[in-house]
């Protein structure tokens, strides 16, 4: 039986989605040649998340970084022989960068470019939430401050987040789970364990709306649901494939199907297209009662990183990412914990520095 504890989680605000000026074609590779410039001149390498620009993505492919989700971007910052990391993300990926390689410095365009999961998570308040269940092994997903690591046994990502709990459950662990109430949830499901619950949720995949994307499913009924487990319980149950970025990217890649309706945020459509030109993508609808626009499903965090504010950033190089000592030492432990875990059971894909 899940238990779901209710503290007095932090109201999340988003920021409004920045608005960048408009390039030229022209302006726009004269930008990314001094951005390409820069980075060498640095000694640096770009790590970009699915959810970022696809102009970001592009680059980073293009100037030897990597485009990849939360657990691969962490391998491939602990195997690149780059001196400086410059993470394009939401801070707790630029956070994790660091934790694991702490004689590099670590940029990010924007340090101001959270998390709704991380916000609603605040390290005193979920040290006491964790302080009353002593007998619990504390799992945390990725989305969290360095603090709130230096909690937690161990920290997950969606991609291996099933097999770790699945290992600990056959343990005979008792676990507690932050901060994302639906993957939680999911995850219970699918592995029989019983955890006790953080309340959060993410501001994007929770918009997403089980009666809206059934409609949508009878006008395209040849279509795959993807769908990515942070989504609510409704929307799950529609899925054909639940997974990570990854995972979903894969599907469309691998599945037969022409067409996929995607639940997730809109940026992971550019290595879609990548990678299967031919197929349609729709994204699936956020849309309530009196909304402005069909599926909105863009973190407006991940919107702080553009070509703009990176290269600013490398020219200041004042958006640095810094970790208390005390608290890198204990958060890389779980961190260590669950790449160990990877590796040793065949999990993702090796990186390449």
Known sequence: MTILSAPPVPTIKPP???????????????????????LQALDAVLVAHYYTDGELQALAEETGGIVADSLEMARFGTESDASLLVVCGVRFMGETAKILNPEKRVLMPNL???????????????????????????VVYANTSAAVKARADWVVTSSIALPIVEYLRDQGEKILWAPDKHLGHYIERMTGAEMLLW?????????????????????????????HPESPKEVIDQADVVGSTTQLIKAVAELPQRKFIVATDEGIFWKMRQLAPDKTLIAAPTAGEGATCESCAN???MGMNALQSLEQVLIRQDQEVQIPPEIREKAVVPIQRMLDFARARGIGRPAKG
Request: proline share 10%.
């Open 16 to 38: 409004p989605h920045p608005q960048w000026p408009s390039l030229s074609e022209g302006e726009k590779e004269a930008l990314k040649a001094r951005i390409q410039a820069h």
């Open 299 to 301: 973190c407006p965090w």
């Open 199 to 227: 309340p959060g949720a993410c501001v994007v995949h929770e918009e997403f709306k089980g009666f809206a994307l059934e409609r949508l499913r009878r006008l395209h009924p040849d279509a795959a649901v993807l769908v």
């Open 112 to 138: 101001d470019a959270t998390c709704s999961l991380d916000e609603s998570c605040p390290a005193g308040l979920f040290s006491q939430f964790c302080d009353q269940y002593p007998d619990h092994k504390v």
